[in-house]
């Protein structure tokens, strides 16, 4: 009895939840039908609903959405600018580097240009002038001081001749082919050259020592004159170069006279200008034994 009891209860139970669902069931299709129906005849009247349900769901979305293909694109766009910058940034340094090339030449170009105006100054303003010519090698390694030049003597150069930049003096021609010659540098251990003070009358000569430099040994010995930077220019004696070209600068003073750099750097001289002997008679007469007559 107590099992048949307990079976009718639970049957009744399971018939009350089924009633209840029919009956919720049937209560919200009815709600549906009278808000269709409501909507249907007057649509206005759920404006609000949908503008909420709007705010509340579809903005938030729309803007998550439109947010996210915005960053989608912004990254696309910053890693397409940024591969696009790289390119251009290689372009732009081919072209800066290409241009300090040009740069560089064109300094070059306006270097050699001012280097040839002072030479057609200088052969302008001589008129003993044989040869204009590059220098096209010079030693520096020994104590021997030698320089090429682009001139022989099918260009009119001869032994003994000077030989002399824009700046000042560079040596004079110690051997001569057809097309070649070679030059005494000033510097070289065997260069004797009778020079002057550009501002006083004290005379010296200039000797080289071999390692670029010029020892000056004053002729009058006693209270050294002689000041840093006083400049050295021919004398004019022994015939070979004209007076007045500048030779050194003095860069030490010593007791019998001073250390001086030359002005005309062999290193850095691209054109000369071979000219012919100031006094070739003086050197004519030198050259004779002191026994021999004299000419009437």
């Known amino acids: 009895m107590a099992s048949t009891s307990r079976r009718s209860s639970y049957s009744r139970r399971a018939q009350y939840g089924t ?3 029919y009956v919720v069931a049937g209560i919200g299709a009815l709600i549906g039908a009278v808000l269709l129906g409501l909507s249907l005849w007057q649509p206005d009247s759920f404006s609000g609903p949908r503008n909420v349900a709007s705010d509340l769901i579809v903005q938030p979305v729309g803007e998550a959405s439109a947010t996210a293909r915005t960053s989608g694109q912004s990254l696309f766009d910053a890693i397409s600018g940024y591969l696009e910058a790289g390119g251009q940034n290689a372009q732009l340094k081919k072209e800066v580097e290409l241009a300090r090339i040009r740069l560089a030449e064109a300094e070059a170009v306006s270097q050699e240009n001012a280097r040839l105006k002072e ?3 200088l052969t302008e303003a001589n008129d003993r002038s044989v040869a204009v ?3 096209i090698g010079s030693t520096s390694s020994s104590s021997r001081r030698f320089a090429y030049i682009g001139a022989g003597s099918s260009d009119g150069v001869k032994p003994g001749m000077p030989v002399r930049s824009a700046r000042g003096v560079v040596g004079r021609v110690l051997e001569v082919s057809s097309g070649t010659a070679r ?3 000033l510097t070289d251990s065997q260069s004797i050259l009778p020079v002057r003070s550009a501002d006083e009358d004290v005379v010296a000569f200039a000797e080289g020592r071999g ?5 000056i040994r004053l002729i009058n010995l006693g209270v050294n004159p002689l000041e840093e930077g006083d400049m050295l220019v021919t004398s004019g004696s022994g015939g070979y170069y004209e007076p007045g070209i500048a030779v050194a600068i003095v860069t030490e003073v010593t007791d019998d006279g001073a250390v001086a750099r030359i002005v005309s750097d062999p290193a850095a001289t691209n054109f000369v200008t071979v000219e012919s002997i100031w006094l ?5 007469s030198a050259e004779q034994p002191a026994d021999a007559p004299l000419e009437p």
């Open 280 to 284: 070739p008679e003086t050197i004519e």
């Open 19 to 21: 009633f209840t669902g």
């Open 133 to 135: 010519t590059r220098m």
């Open 119 to 121: 030479l057609l100054s």
């Open 211 to 215: 390692d670029g430099l010029l020892q």
């Open 183 to 185: 030059i005494l540098l």
